[in-house]
């Protein structure tokens, strides 16, 4: 049972609106999934915990799609996260780690690389898609996806992601928060905030100390500042099942079904997201054939 969670709130005489969760349990179960070693685990953790808020974004049937493709080697992080409070992901090398950087921080940077680009595609239903890239400025993350909302949104933002590792590989803890200035905040209201945030600690060392959601924001935002809007479960879930490789593999056509059922006597997939094998037998491709 996850004790994962998300609050929406807006503060300041609703100058601005802000976004917080915990996602230890959830970056967990990822972990577990693809016996991600450390740096991997922080920047596919922060990752999720960023699509996580942003799905909070979305209404309840919205979906998007989080790439980053920093250049660096653990290859590709892929996020998927909706308006339910569910998330999943996966990145291209999950067994990346490295030295802990300058800052005794896990150097995601090094990882996630410098030079690619963040890549967000937001399904809106109705065949409608929003999508929005920017150049990866940091590869850290948090500031990419700080600069993301700037310029590819134009919503002036704060982000914090942060995810700590045991010594075992588990997750310790994770967590993050975005705050964005809507129309007309104030100067006050800004550098108010710029304080508390250059006073604060990191996000993954408040989780870690045991602070909820809600407390992070008060310590982003001040305490009295807050009023919370709603609160969410989240967890991370894959959607897959046999019936969408079924469809995937008819997509491959006659020729391809062929060699599966002469060479390999069936056919076995595994889901990127969640490692989760399928496995189909000669019959259900012959049927995919005829169908
Ligand atoms: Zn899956």
Redesign the pocket.
């Known amino acids: 049972m996850t004790q994962d969670y998300l609050v929406r709130a807006l503060a300041f005489n609703d100058e601005v609106r802000a976004f917080s969760v915990r996602s230890t349990d959830t970056v967990q179960e990822a972990q577990a999934k693809h016996y991600t070693w450390p740096t991997a685990s922080a920047a596919l953790g922060r990752s999720m915990t960023a699509g996580l808020m942003m799905g909070s974004m979305l209404k309840n049937e919205e979906k998007l799609t989080i790439t980053i493709n920093g250049g660096g080697p653990i290859g590709q992080i892929i996020v998927d996260a909706n308006g339910k409070g569910e998330v999943?992901g996966y990145v291209t090398n999950p067994q990346t780690h490295f030295d802990l950087n300058e800052h005794g921080k896990l150097d995601v940077a090094r990882a996630v690389g410098t030079t690619g680009s963040l890549n967000i595609v937001k399904d809106i239903g109705m065949r409608d898609f929003f999508t929005g890239s920017t150049p990866i400025v940091s590869g850290e993350l948090g500031e990419d996806f700080t600069y993301y909302f700037a310029t590819s949104e134009q919503v002036p933002s704060a982000v914090g992601l942060g995810v700590l590792v045991n010594p075992d590989n588990s997750i310790k803890a994770a967590g993050g928060f975005i705050i964005q200035l809507m129309p007309g905040a104030s100067e006050e209201t800004i550098s108010a905030i710029e304080q508390h945030i250059g006073m604060m600690e990191p996000v993954s060392k408040l989780i870690d100390k045991g602070l909820s959601p809600e407390q992070v924001l008060e310590e982003v935002l001040g305490e009295d500042n807050i009023r919370i809007i709603d609160r969410m479960d989240v967890e991370f879930k894959?959607?897959?099942g046999k019936e969408k490789f079924l469809t995937a593999i008819k997509g491959l056509g006659t020729a391809e079904i062929d060699s599966m059922i002469e060479e390999d006597g069936g056919a076995e997939v595994e889901?990127?997201?969640?490692?989760?094998k399928y496995h189909f037998n000669v019959e259900e491709l012959e049927a995919l054939k005829e169908a």
């Not at 889901?271 to 989760?276: A, K, S």
């Open positions: 999943r894959c959607n897959c889901c990127h997201f969640c490692r989760e």
